[in-house]
């Protein structure tokens, strides 16, 4: 590993499972691995190098271990179950999950711990492992394991039936608290919304989850499905807590948005290219062209609005949506909102008082930007911001 690479043992960052697999002890070939998916990922030498760990002493049994070995980190929770049905009275496995040696592996011990004991409850009703080792035949187990691994690294959830038997695994990451969700704020998905299995989530957010669109906020999400607002609030704030949403400014065709340096990489990568192209299309019928997605957002400049581009720029005829070009520009960082913070340069707003309507009757600290204000007054931001400038004691702070 280069010595710049981000990617180097202890740096912090989760990466992929790129191996499971079954271990045993057999009562005359010791310790062996049973199944793994892919094949031959850890290779025979290796186990052995690492055997007396995996399948560890009677004290290390049902404990969390790590091995690290050779590029490789090795994460499993052995258990021993105790029964005469069993060749020397005792049946060991050890269900284990392989990452880069470099990878953080903390988030994945309790699904190592959970799975582990899922295997425990099938052998101890079924047999259900052992009867594969026995048989020669693990296929319903590589089949099991091949499902953990694609769905913890793609969709960090996964859900597994065998027979009657059910359970969930979900990553959950130890962060800390995110920052209290705000009424103007809107919830978009990181992963798609069909991967999510209703009965992981409370009831209440189960009835969130089809308002949120990207475009939704917060306030409005509470009217649609007439939940109380800080009910909302909470079940979103959970949710960016698990890494399952994010949280976006509101689409409004009077904001104002600007160009960051990453938009030089829509230039240069051909992944980021298809990605922008097929997300933003009005239809997937007719495909809008890379040169004009750039020209889009470089255009996004400080004073000039969503309005003003698309008058410029006619994107319908581009065959881009607007409110998804925007949308995707802040998920990926290529563009970022411009707000408009309202400050009042003298404590006196009596005069205020007699000109103008309650909403702006009072003071402005420069720390509540237009949406939240026109979230909390109910009035729209247009109208919002013509009274404030009307008033000479109220300034703009743009950032």
């Known amino acids: 590993m280069e010595g710049n690479s981000k990617f180097y043992e202890g740096c912090g960052q989760e990466g992929p499972i790129r191996c499971i697999f079954l271990c045993e002890f057999h009562p005359t070939a010791g310790p062996r691995i049973t199944c793994q998916v892919p094949e031959n990922y850890i290779s025979k030498e290796i186990f052995d190098t690492v055997s007396h760990y995996i399948i560890p002493k009677v004290q290390l049994q049902r404990c969390t271990l790590t ?22 009275n005792a049946y060991y496995f050890n269900l284990c999950f392989v990452c880069d040696a470099w990878a953080r592996t903390v988030h994945l011990e309790p699904l190592v711990k959970k799975l582990t004991e899922y295997l425990l409850s099938m052998e101890l009703e079924t047999e259900w492992l ?54 103007h704020q809107v919830p978009v998905f990181l992963y798609s919304r069909q991967s999510f299995v209703a009965d992981q989530w409370d009831l209440t957010t189960n009835q969130i989850l089809p308002y949120i ?26 949710l960016v807590y698990y890494g399952v ?14 160009a960051t340096p990453k938009l030089r990489q829509l230039t240069r990568c051909p992944g980021l290219q298809r990605q922008c192209v097929e997300f933003c299309a009005r239809s997937p019928r007719q495909l809008p062209k890379v040169s004009d997605l750039f020209r889009m957002y470089a255009g996004m400049t ?25 949308l995707f520009g802040v998920l990926e960082g290529l563009i970022r909102r411009v707000y408009k913070y309202p ?50 004691d109220v300034v703009f702070i743009v950032k």
């Open 130 to 183: 052992s009867k594969q080792s026995l048989s020669g035949d693990a296929k319903a187990l590589s089949g099991l394991m091949r499902q953990v691994m694609q769905d913890i690294n793609s969709r960090r959830m996964c859900t597994l039936t065998v027979g009657t038997t059910t359970t969930h695994l979900t990553v959950v990451r130890v962060n800390n608290d995110p920052a209290p969700v705000k009424d």
């Open 245 to 258: 949403v994010t949280l976006v400014p509101i689409f409004q065709y009077c904001a104002v948005y600007s």
């Open 302 to 326: 400080y004073g000039s609005t969503i309005r003003d581009l698309c008058r410029r720029m006619k994107p319908q005829d581009l065959a881009i949506n607007e409110r998804k070009l925007v």
């Open 213 to 238: 669109d990207g475009f939704n906020h917060v306030s409005k999400i509470a009217a649609l499905t007439d939940v109380e607002i800080s009910l909302v609030r909470a079940c979103v704030q959970n």
């Open 67 to 88: 091995v690290t070995l050779l590029g490789s980190k090795i994460l499993g929770f052995p258990v021993r179950i105790d029964n005469k049905k069993y060749a020397r």
């Open 343 to 392: 400050v009042t340069v003298h404590n006196d707003t009596s005069s205020v008082r007699s000109s103008h309507s309650a909403c702006v009757a009072r003071t402005y600290n420069g720390l509540v930007c237009m949406d939240e204000l026109c979230c909390q007054t109910g009035i729209p931001v247009s109208l919002l911001e013509e009274q404030m400038e009307r008033d000479s």
